[in-house]
């Protein structure tokens, strides 16, 4: 019924900078909230950052002063902008949505970020 789907992966060097993308689509009304999780391999996946439709954020710990997330409502699109990239941020990113009609909760296929010299 939504479809999310990431772009913007890939491989970086520590210290390094990357930018992830979502666009939303199909049967949407409005999006509630657009948010970014990860999971590494072995490891349980975890809230890496959201965004509501009135512009209310939040952030791991883990990634604050280093992650910027920002959306553009026209385009049902969510960026993740990601700086200052450690090894430890190695994961698969997904998108996620609560979006109307229904409150519907969506995720993405993912997108594999991995930083390494």
């Known amino acids: 019924q939504v479809q999310l789907v990431e772009s913007g992966g890939g491989l970086v060097q520590p210290g390094g900078s990357l930018r992830l993308s979502c666009v939303a689509s199909g049967n949407i009304v409005t999006i509630n909230t657009m948010g970014w999780y990860r999971q590494a391999p072995g490891k349980q996946r975890e809230l890496v950052a959201t965004i509501t439709s009135r512009g209310q954020i939040n952030y791991a710990d883990s990634v604050k002063g280093r992650f910027t997330i920002s959306r553009d409502n026209a385009k049902n699109t969510v960026y993740l902008q990601m700086n200052s990239l450690k090894p430890e941020d190695t994961a698969v990113y997904y998108c996620?949505?609560?979006?109307?009609?229904?409150?519907?909760?969506?995720w993405g296929q993912g997108t594999q970020l991995t930083v390494s010299s």
């Open positions: 996620h949505t609560f979006s109307s009609p229904g409150y519907r909760q969506s």
